[in-house]
């Protein structure tokens, strides 16, 4: 079983919509990523949180800490957030980053 | 705004080779990773280093080998190119000597062996 599990692995809405990405996990952590990923490659720091909630523009992420699980969500999503939102921990015993799949997100226009 | 810049985008070696990636960051930080990224797989450390001449092996270290003689350049380095090593390769760079830092990733070199 993978220590960080991301869902849905794919999805794909249409323009405007509310998007929720979900990871869970299953180990002590002392802080939690978001990231994006463009399909040219390039990987892009969205947020790290170890508790409650953080706003940038149109994303949202939340963390509970007692259920293990994270969100992001996407307000009013546009085609320009299609892209691969990845999720990853950093273990509080060792401080490794243990990585999701990565959740691959399509906005239609 | 940190830049972390890898030597080639594409590229295309033959079984066998030694193949060289190199990353720069120009912003003076400590930590510096290599990861490869496949599909259906999260990433997965190859290397990190957390000061010049220094290297620690990540998860997945087999085959590789990497170098750090400057602070702000670290150089993976495939021995002996297989075509399992077909992948993308991310470098990434941090503040830092934590881990706890958020990381700041280049663009990726998506390597084929042939």
């Known amino acids: 079983k993978n220590e960080v599990e991301q869902s849905p692995q794919n999805l794909t809405a249409q323009e405007g919509e509310f998007i929720t990405i979900n990871c869970s996990y299953s180990?002590?952590?002392?802080?939690l990523h978001w990231l994006q990923q463009h399909p040219g490659g390039g990987i892009v720091s969205l947020f790290m949180?170890?508790?409650?909630?953080k706003k940038h523009g149109r994303l949202i992420a939340t963390i509970n800490i007692q259920e293990k699980h994270s969100s992001l969500h996407i307000t009013a999503s546009h085609p320009r957030d299609s892209a691969v939102y990845i999720c990853?921990?950093?273990?509080?015993?060792?401080?490794?980053?243990?990585w999701g799949a990565g959740t691959k997100l399509i906005i239609k226009p | 705004d940190v830049k972390v810049t890898q030597s080639s985008r594409y590229l295309v070696k033959r079984t066998g080779e030694k193949v060289f990636l190199e990353c720069v960051q120009d912003?003076?930080?400590?930590?510096m990773f290599w990861y490869r990224q496949d599909p259906g797989l999260g990433l997965r450390l190859i290397y990190f280093?957390?000061?010049?001449?220094?290297?620690e092996k990540g998860d997945i270290p087999e085959g590789y080998s990497v170098s750090r003689e400057k602070k702000e350049r670290f150089s993976l380095i495939l021995e002996s190119a297989s075509t399992n090593q077909t992948s993308m390769y991310l470098c990434?760079?941090?503040?830092?000597?934590?881990?706890?830092?958020?990381?700041?990733f280049g663009d990726g070199t998506r390597l084929s062996i042939l």
């Open positions: 990434a760079s941090s503040l830092g000597y934590a881990l706890n830092q958020p990381q700041h």
């Open positions: 912003m003076d930080h400590e930590n």
């Open positions: 280093s957390y000061d010049v001449k220094m290297k």
């Open positions: 180990v002590g952590i002392s802080a």
């Open positions: 949180l170890s508790s409650g909630k």
């Open positions: 990853a921990v950093l273990m509080d015993s060792n401080y490794q980053l243990i």
